[in-house]
């Protein structure tokens, strides 16, 4: 069975930086595709970024460009998400989530595991 963990939240000032992690386990993911989302109150799930675990190639989804880092350590089957210079409207549940995918996937709907998230909070 698949099991996805976040961690690495918190509160934070605006201009900040935060590494969130997901461990994965319960398969071999090799080709997968993992990736963030975020949803603030009362918003839809927004995609963030994803990496393919096997060749470890990042895609990010607009929220995230020039800001966000994602990498892999596959050895420790963990995916990280470094965020820097965080601003408030960066609040939110971050998710971490796996897809079997020939390409990057940027709707929720085509991720079938999903970790419980991690609350990020930006503020003064």
């Known amino acids: 069975q698949v099991q996805l963990v976040e961690s690495g939240g918190g509160l934070v000032q605006p201009g900040g930086s935060l590494r969130l992690s997901c461990a994965a386990s319960?398969?071999?993911?090799?080709?997968?595709?993992l990736g963030w989302f975020r949803q603030a109150p009362k918003k839809g799930r927004e995609f963030v970024g994803a990496i393919r675990w096997i060749s470890n190639s990042p895609w990010y989804g607009d929220p995230a460009k020039g800001r966000f880092t994602l990498s892999v350590d596959g050895a420790k089957n963990m995916v990280y998400l470094q965020m820097n210079n965080l601003k408030p409207e960066d609040t939110a549940m971050y998710y971490c989530a796996a897809a079997s995918s020939d390409y990057i996937p940027q709707k929720s709907s085509e991720y079938a595991y999903w970790g419980q998230g991690t609350q990020v909070t930006v503020a003064s």
């Open positions: 319960g398969r071999t993911f090799s080709d997968d595709i």
